[in-house]
């Protein structure tokens, strides 16, 4: 006798080209949306190419390797004298790394003790030991006690301004030079401590004093303080700083939107 035959196997229903053309509409929509939405709301939506990235929590043990693949965009440049403040444009240039071996540990060997010998005691007064250095400008009050997180990506200073890890990395484009653009405020301080802890600073100050030490200046949901901490906080940098040979700045601009912070830079 012949083996009954099979049934035939179901086969998937292709979709109708209505539907691909119709997804295709909504991804090139939502791809011409996306910039928008991210700088306006400072939504995390994702991209096609785009990884999650990678939250910076202060005192987070980051490697070498990951820092540099998340390198900071700035949109922002201090102007020259008599030049309109623009933002500049994002970049998301991104930088190659290379893996990093690590090091092998090495045993520690015991030494012998060694035995501690007590001075004997002088007669003589106690000398006053001298004052403290005043430290340069742009390092952190003692006070700073860094950021905190306060959920969905957000970090908040002591002073109470919130930043997103993208506003984080944008700041600290200023803490080197770029003679790429045309103008440049470079902080002096270098670590994102004292950056931050200088902003706080100023920014404390919006909330004390008027001018002619702050400058407040409204645009439209923005606003923006023009702060004088009367000492060297930075340096003109870009092409126009190096024109000048890189003159000192004591002032900062500070752009909020409510307690968000967009940018914040050193100006003349």
Same mark, same amino acid.
């Given at each position: ?8 196997? *179901? ?54 390797? @990951?820092?540099?693949? !998340? ?5 922002? +440049?201090?102007? =020259? ?6 933002? =500049?444009?994002?970049?998301? @240039? ?20 060694? &035995? ?13 030991? &001298?004052?403290? *250095?005043? &430290? ?13 997180? +306060?959920?969905?990506?957000?970090? @908040?200073?002591?002073?109470?301004? /919130?930043?997103?890890?993208?506003? +984080? ?14 103008? !440049?405020? /470079? ?11 200088? +902003? ?16 407040? =200046? ?40 409510? *307690?968000? /912070? ?7």
């Amino acid at each position: 006798m012949n083996a009954p035959s099979s049934a035939p196997s *179901a086969r998937p229903t292709p979709l109708k080209p209505k539907w691909v053309a119709v997804g295709m509409l909504l991804l090139v929509v939502y791809l011409l949306l996306r910039p928008w939405l991210v700088e306006r709301y400072g939504w995390d939506l994702p991209g096609l190419t785009d990884a999650k990235p990678r939250v910076n929590v202060p005192g987070d043990t980051a490697s070498p390797r @990951e820092r540099r693949d !998340h390198r900071p965009v700035d949109v922002s +440049i201090v102007p =020259e004298q008599g030049e309109s403040v623009a933002e =500049e444009k994002d970049s998301d @240039e991104q930088v190659a790394s290379h893996d990093i071996q690590p090091k092998p540990e090495t045993p520690s060997v015991d030494k012998p003790a060694t &035995p501690v010998l007590t001075p004997p005691a002088s007669n003589s007064k106690p000398t006053n030991s &001298p004052a403290p *250095a005043k &430290p340069p400008g742009g390092a952190p009050p003692a006070k700073w006690s860094g950021l905190k997180s +306060i959920g969905r990506g957000k970090f @908040e200073s002591p002073s109470g301004l /919130v930043y997103d890890q993208y506003r +984080i990395d944008h700041v600290m484009e200023h803490s080197r030079d770029n003679t790429d653009k045309p103008s !440049h405020g /470079v902080f002096t301080a270098t670590t994102q401590d004292e950056v931050l802890a200088l +902003i706080d600073e100023a920014f404390g100050l919006t909330k004390k004093r008027g001018p002619p030490q702050v400058i407040t =200046e409204d645009e439209g949901d923005r606003t923006a303080y023009t702060v004088n901490l009367n000492r060297q906080i930075g340096r003109a940098g870009g092409q126009s700083g190096a024109r000048r040979r890189n003159p000192p700045l004591q002032k900062i601009k500070i752009v909020v939107e409510e *307690a968000r /912070v967009i940018t914040a830079y050193p100006t003349n």
